[in-house]
């Protein structure tokens, strides 16, 4: 292998595909990125089985051939470089060459055949959507996702895809909340699908996803889906088995809705949990009275409480929550205004968008506090 | 004690005294600030026994007095404060509240007899010189002090001014490197001055100072050093003992001297680094020839060479150094070009600025490696 590329585009792709492997693995393969050099092209590959990162360069191709080199390293010789040429040489002791400029090092590489085969997604049906549109998707539901192994379908998010009505939703639960987006697809070849994408696939696909409004096509087999993106493509299994029926969980009648400011309640809410932090279950009281919300919290260390102007409809109403499930919703949220609906002191609350047909919502259960 | 202040100023003034705080002491009253209301002004202190901060700021003191409160906490919930006003009221519980808009906050509050009394510094001996010129003068040494506990003196950089040059110079050795700079003073009220600093509280003190030509002053009696900058004081206990006659470590003659581009050095070391980072030791090897410097690294995952243009007078020469070193004094470096002087493989390189009269120096022992 012989091959002559620009240090800019190699640096930016190497750091793209290390996201895919493992940073600390059983098997050193597993720290590796593949780079293939054939027809003016270089193919650079990682993956942690799970999750895949594939990223095509241009680039002078003298000799065809493949190599796998350690990638954190890599990652760092290249890093420095500015927007000269470097040349990559493979000898037959599997010693990587590279110069750029005066400097020459050389890598011990790997043999090639033990870099696991990637399986291709082919003949797939495949929907459509922006990047901006995808990345704010994935923002907005997978801080709710399970963290612990109890049900491991609860690690990843639901996607349903609606063709007809060309819609996404995603869907992501732990047992004790829940979170759901919807939003408009580009198209779709399918008239329905669904999938379960691991949660840790999604955190790597929304840093590689930009704001822009470039196309993003996602394909998706029985066992994983591919999305396309520019030049890279990221491949990741789907998790096995069923999701929940999440529209039963769904409250549909309430006794009381009020509307209020995204802003005062986030901050009022932050105050709450430095004082509701020092107990492990980060409670925070919310009293619902006609015209205004009391946000309090009370621990050893001392006491908050705010009052925040409101509007209300409905019954007036107390309950007491974990305050981080509110945090973590209200941080992906931009709207001025969010409203917030209650049934009963032990059922759960939802809160959507003050505008009508809020593409987000998220459920939380209360907590019950005895007395 | 009651008072009220700009919520600005007071989260200002707490983030910076908040730095003498411990981290996690034995006893929480040094994780604590102590806050005294009188004529008008607030002081907060902060201080670990060693290193002490104080600032003042402007308030309305109704009922004046002294409150302790856990500084972490105190600081997470004021920070998130816009320019409202905020008021302090401490209860004959020692309560504190805080009202701020519509929200109030209360913090149990420690006794304040059990807070260190800081010892004044009164009639002393005092320089003044430029922010921009101690922050300087700190970044530049304050990395090169010993880390282990054999020779406590050496976890602390000498100040050594010179009233009738108006100068002062600091020196940090570890046994193995040493790091010397010389300023110019606005002032010195002695004619010859020397303190010990401990690098904690230079570390502190590097982030209180600002990049402006502000004056600062600096008092000095037999244990401490007081910094005046603006509303702020730092007060350090000194290291006791006497530091070591580093000018009878610098080397006096060479046989071999570099001029040579420091970017270009910095990023071949970079490189060199990333090969050498396996080993323990960090070995860079430095081949000093008549037109170019060669900089190499080997070890079990590959090996870096780069060819570097210089100018040399003298001998050539090959030495083999801590890559470390010349790491970190290049990062605390701007000069375009620097010189670098030898004498044998076995003895201490001195690098310093191209330019004459550089205004920093720093020497370090190669390796001696078998062969």
Redesign the interface.
């Known amino acids: 292998m012989r091959v002559i590329c620009n240090g800019l585009d190699l640096a930016d792709a190497v750091g793209k595909v290390i996201k895919a492997m493992s940073a600390r693995s059983i098997n050193p393969i597993l720290e590796c990125i593949k780079i293939k050099a054939e027809a003016n092209t270089l193919t650079l590959t990682a993956t942690d089985l799970e999750l895949t990162i594939e990223k095509q360069i241009n680039a002078d191709v003298e000799i065809e051939g493949t190599l796998v080199v350690?990638g954190k390293?890599l990652n760092?010789?290249i890093k420095?470089m500015t927007d000269g040429q470097i040349e990559f040489s493979l000898s037959d002791r599997k010693?990587l060459t590279l110069r750029y400029?005066?400097?020459?090092?050389?890598?011990?590489c790997f043999n090639e055949d033990e870099f696991p085969q990637i399986k291709e997604v082919n003949n797939a049906e495949s929907f459509k959507l922006q990047s901006c549109v995808l990345k704010d998707f994935i923002n907005k539901i997978v801080f709710s996702v399970a963290v612990d192994e109890a049900r491991p379908i609860l690690k990843g998010c639901l996607f349903d895809v609606n063709g007809a009505l060309g819609l996404i939703t995603g869907v992501a639960l732990d047992g004790y909340r829940l979170a759901k987006c919807t939003k408009p697809l580009i198209s779709s070849t399918a008239s329905s699908l669904t999938a379960v994408v691991p949660a840790r696939s999604l955190i790597e696909l929304h840093k590689l996803l930009d704001e822009s409004e470039t196309e993003v096509t996602v394909y998706k087999q029985r066992s994983g889906i591919m999305v396309s993106l520019g030049g890279t493509k990221v491949y990741t299994r789907l998790l096995d088995g069923d999701y929940l029926n999440y529209n039963q969980i769904l409250p549909v009648e309430f006794s009381t809705e009020i509307t209020l400011s995204r802003k005062h309640f986030e901050?009022?809410l932050?105050?709450a949990s430095?004082?509701s932090r020092s107990d492990k279950n980060n409670l925070v009281k919310l009293d619902v009275r006609e015209n205004y919300l009391t946000v309090s919290s009370e621990s050893?260390?001392?006491?908050?409480?705010?009052?925040?102007s409101i509007n209300m409809r409905g019954k007036e109403i107390t309950l007491v929550f974990n305050v981080r499930y509110f945090i973590e919703a209200l941080r992906v949220t931009d709207d001025e205004f969010l409203r917030i609906k209650f049934t009963r002191p032990e059922s759960p609350c939802v809160i959507t968008s003050a505008e009508e047909n809020s593409e987000y919502l998220y459920l939380f259960l209360p907590i019950r506090v005895p007395g």
Not at 101 to 108: H, N, S, Y
């Open positions: 350690p390293f760092d010789y420095k010693l400029l005066d400097a020459v090092g050389e890598i011990r901050i009022a932050d105050r430095l004082i050893e260390i001392g006491k908050a409480e705010e009052k925040l």
